[in-house]
C-alpha cells in the first residue's frame, strides 16, 4: 500500500457504458496525476492537477474527462471509449523533496474495453 | 522536454551489484534526473533522484557525471525482488513543473 488508492483495479465496459475511475491519497500532497499504460508503449502523461486546478492536459480526447474535487481525490471519467482505450490507468500524487517532484503512484485501475 | 536513452534490458545475477546507466545529453542545467521502478503488476515506485552531486539513499546510488550528460543507477547488491523496468526521468526544477514524461526504461532481470 503506497498511500494511493486506486478503484476500481480492474473495469470492463462496453463503447456506449460511462463509468468512473476513482483515486484518492491522504498522504498531504497538492498535486495529481492521471497516467495511461499500454501494452509495450511508454506511460503517458493524460493530465495533471496542482491545487485542484487543471495544469496540464496532454492532448487527451474528450471522452475522458478528470475531475479534481479536493486536494485528496481524483476521478478520471469515462464515456464512450474505444477498444484502443484499453490500457493500465495510473493515478499518483506528488510532494517537494529537495527540490523536486517526487511522484507517488496507485496499483492502477487495468481498464477493458469490449 | 529533454530525452533520456537506456538500454531495452540488463541481466544480473543475484547479490552481485548493478550499473544501470542512463544518457540524456541534452539535459539542461534545471533539470533533475529521477529514477522510478516497475515491479511486475504494481505502478511505478520512487527510487531516488539528484541535481549534480552523488545521492544515496537506503535503495539504490546515483552516480551523475561531471558534465551531466549521463547517469548511472547502482543497486548494490540485487535480489531477486529488484526485478523491474528501471525508468530514467528528467524533470525541470522551475516553479510550478509537474512533467515526468517516461520513456521504455530498462527491464532488469536478476538471475539466482
Known amino acids: 500500500e503506497t498511500g494511493v488508492t486506486q478503484t476500481p483495479r480492474h473495469l470492463v465496459m462496453g463503447m456506449t457504458n460511462k463509468k468512473s475511475l476513482k483515486c484518492e491519497q491522504h498522504?498531504?500532497?497538492?498535486?495529481m496525476y492521471w497516467y495511461k499504460q499500454s501494452a509495450k508503449k511508454p506511460l503517458e502523461l493524460m493530465f495533471v492537477y496542482s491545487l485542484e486546478e487543471r495544469v496540464e492536459n496532454n492532448s487527451v480526447p474528450s471522452r475522458f474527462s478528470p475531475e479534481c474535487p479536493n486536494s485528496s481525490h481524483l476521478f478520471l471519467h469515462l464515456h464512450t471509449l474505444q477498444p484502443e482505450d484499453s490500457a493500465l490507468y495510473l493515478c499518483a500524487s506528488s510532494q517537494v523533496v529537495l527540490g523536486a517532484n517526487v511522484l507517488t503512484f496507485g496499483a492502477g485501475s487495468r481498464l477493458t474495453v469490449l | 522536454d529533454a530525452k533520456t536513452t537506456q538500454p531495452n534490458s540488463m541481466e544480473s545475477n543475484e547479490e552481485e551489484p548493478v550499473h544501470l546507466p542512463c544518457n540524456h545529453s541534452?539535459?539542461?542545467?534545471?533539470?533533475?534526473i529521477h529514477w522510478y521502478r516497475q515491479l511486475p503488476s504494481q505502478g511505478p515506485e520512487y527510487v531516488i533522484h539528484?541535481?549534480?552531486s552523488n545521492v544515496n539513499n537506503r535503495m539504490a546510488s546515483l552516480a551523475i557525471a561531471e558534465d551531466r550528460k549521463s547517469s548511472t543507477l547502482i543497486l548494490h547488491r540485487a535480489t531477486l525482488r529488484d526485478a523491474a523496468v528501471y525508468y530514467c526521468?528528467?524533470?525541470?526544477?522551475?516553479?510550478?513543473?509537474?512533467?515526468?514524461?517516461f520513456g521504455t526504461g530498462t527491464r532488469l532481470t536478476v538471475i539466482p
Open positions: 541534452t539535459i539542461s542545467g534545471t533539470d533533475y
Open positions: 498522504l498531504g500532497h497538492n498535486a
Open positions: 539528484g541535481l549534480t
Open positions: 526521468i528528467l524533470s525541470s526544477i522551475r516553479a510550478g513543473a509537474n512533467n515526468l514524461f
